[in-house]
């Protein structure tokens, strides 16, 4: 038998016992209720006395006054909730791509994801895009159907598209009872019992399932019962002998399978209308493991604590909050940890559980619970602090690399500084937020996943920092390389009075495939009989390294090129490492222009959702854009576009789009590749960054 013994026992303990422990992110597309669903959760285990709703600005977990105004998820939030005697923890997560960063760290803290879906729209492309990333990470899913009073909503079909697009595994454990605005309650498939819509006021408790729909609750029951009992022998054994089988039995093999990723349980209801949440919360608790069962599997020697940082908050006010999750424990308040990452020693004050923007403070957090500190030094998102230096490894949290940038100035001369250091602070808070000066103009470069990211960090700026910027057009961050072998020698020599100077070095340039779709580069010593001596040939690579930061064609880094040292020649008296890598620079810059060099662009995976009667607008749109068709699904009067798309053509695609679809289309893109300009577009780069490097010079 596989069930292990050491199972939860159900007398009133401490909710924040490592075993009584849930902790859940939740998540999907963009404003499909994750939200309003954690809302409801709040509001039906008793956390909050009404339901806030995301219309009005009310919710826990979107606090922020940029949240509220946009009616969006911009960063995640953590909340709490005690059901049936354990400690739920949620982190209610961003669905836009341009908010991924707060999502992808959550997927590190949590066993389990509430996937939510909407009933309407089904599997959109980021639920695909986080289903993945929790496979990656094996975490437990719970999947969530949404929305379903709305109209043209439909569980089966959704139902359905989750089994064929994110796996097969995916069985109802909730039914609804009518549909669209006729919805009346959820079927809870596993305790065999109803829950009536209780319009957004409590759910009341279980109800007889109703009658007339006895024949589906078996149907879609015996479903439930095969595929779980197809995971436990021993059950398998009584449910093949006809036995019927307890409530706990299948829970605690439903629990096993979920734990295992051999099952994803599919639940539903309406957030806004808190139906389906005590079900839902049953589940969260009967299907989710506990740390213990699932834990963190990281190597922290004889480390009695350690915390992990998976979000940092930048508050003008209180300074910085760091959300951690326990690894080892339990931690109070008034400890002094280290971070291994800067050797520092790092005092933990008062240690608090967040409830959206609310805190309190709590005694001691144990193994595996959430909860956050004010006011750590240099502690930065993705640090793990231990209570002695030992070599740890943090779990890595993978961050989208930023796709595009702005130029950014201060409106007022002389807040320079304010606003780069207020910038640093939101980049801490959202580490796909980058600024870094661009050596080649002297901007100060403002680097995200999307043009609405970087508008908020904007906005955040001028209401917490103060500082007032301008945005100017987005930069597209060319790069270059080369397509042919070339060769060249350099002599750097200089004869001025005293101690002269000298460097001579040959190179050969080849083309360098990329590796994991990764431009590279290669320096390869091929000296022999010591005609450059030991120490200078890193001189040489090192004025390599210089000359590919601008190319000769557009001032864009050099990328994909192997560069070997072949030959080269030294002088007793006048050789220097300066005079090598002077050498070696000249050298590449010559062997470059012979080596065919041409200039890379990126190509971004573009998925655009349109209604179906804007699909021929919107193609012939993309295809003015140099885009590429890859397909198309309509599902439900929507269509979903996928094209690959060169960055250039699609920087303000979302006005675009606005225009072509009254308002009604969606798109996220991600970055995919580079891919060489065609040569009549290159022209135009080329001239274009000549001019701007002549204008720099004057
Ligand atoms: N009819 C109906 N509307 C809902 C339901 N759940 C959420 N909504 C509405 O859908 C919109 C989006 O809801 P949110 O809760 O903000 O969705 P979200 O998934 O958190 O969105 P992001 O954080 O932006 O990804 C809001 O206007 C909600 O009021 C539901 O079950 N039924
Ligand atoms: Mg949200």
Sequence with gaps: MRREATEEDTSAMPATESTKLRNVAVAGHRGVGKTSLVEALLFQAGKTNRLGSVEQGTTVSDWDEHEQRRQMSLSGSLCHLEWKGRKINLVDTPGDAGFQADTYAALRVVEGVLVVLSGVMGVEVNTSRVWKRAEEHALSRVVFVNMLDRERADFFRVLEA?????????????????????????????????????????????????????????????????????????LMARYLEGEELEPEAVAAALKQAVTRDELYPVACGVATKNLGTSALLDL??????????????????????????????????????????????????????????????????QVLVLQGKESEPVDELAVGDLGAVAKLKDVLTGDVLVDHEVAVEPPRIDFPEPVLSFAVAPKAKGDEEKM????????????????????????????????????????????????????????????????????????????????????????????????????????????????????????????????????????????????????????????????FKIAGSMAFKEAYQKADPVLLEPIMQLEVTVPDEAVGAVNGDLNA??????????????????????????????????????????????????????????????????????????
């Design 162 to 234: 989750a089994r064929q697009q994110l796996s097969d595994r995916c069985v109802a454990i909730q039914l609804p009872i009518g549909s669209e605005h006729e919805l009346r309650g959820v079927v809870d498939l596993l305790h065999m019992c109803a829950y009536l819509d209780p319009a957004g006021g409590r759910e009341g408790g279980p109800q007889p399932i109703p009658d007339e729909l006895a024949d589906l609750v078996q149907e879609h029951r015996e479903r439930l019962l095969d595929a779980v009992v197809e995971t436990d022998e021993e």
């Design 284 to 349: 969260l608790v009967e299907a989710v493991p506990s740390p213990v069962r699932k834990g963190t599997a990281i190597e922290l020697g004889d480390a009695k604590q350690a915390v992990f940082v998976f979000k940092t908050i930048a508050d003008p006010f209180t300074g910085r909050i760091s959300c951690f999750r326990v690894l080892a424990g339990p931690i109070s308040g008034d400890t002094t940890l280290v971070d291994p990452r800067t050797h520092a020693k790092e005092r933990l004050g």
């Design 625 to 698: 854009r140099r885009g590429r068709l890859q397909g198309m699904e309509p599902a439900g009067g929507i269509t979903t576009i996928r094209a690959e798309v060169p960055m250039a053509e699609i920087l303000t695609y979302s006005q675009a789009l606005t225009s072509l679809t009254g308002g009604r289309g969606d798109y996220s893109m991600h970055f995919l590749r580079y891919e060489e300009v065609p040569p009549h577009v290159a022209q135009k780069v080329i001239e274009a960054a000549k001019k701007e490097r002549e204008e720099a010079k004057v």
């Design 420 to 579: 780069a250091s207020g910038l640093r602070r939101l980049g801490e808070e959202d580490p796909t937020l980058v600024l870094r000066r661009d050596p080649q103009t002297g901007e100060q470069l403002l680097s995200g996943l999307s043009q609405m990211q970087v508008e908020v960090a904007v906005e955040r700026l001028r209401t917490r920092f103060h500082v007032d910027v301008e945005l100017h057009p987005p930069r597209v961050p060319y790069k270059e390389t080369i397509r042919r072998q070339a060769r060249a020698r350099h002599r750097y020599k200089k004869q001025t009075g005293g101690r002269g100077q000298f460097g001579d070095c040959e190179l050969v340039l080849e083309p360098l495939p990329a590796t994991n779709g990764e431009l590279g580069y290669e320096f390869v010593d091929e000296i022999v009989g010591g005609v450059i001596s030991q120490g200078f040939r890193p001189a040489v690579d090192k004025g390599v390294r210089e000359a590919m930061e601008h190319g000769e064609l557009a001032g864009a880094p050099v990328q994909g090129v192997r560069v070997r040292l072949v030959d080269g020649m030294e002088h007793t008296v006048d050789s220097s490492e300066l005079a």
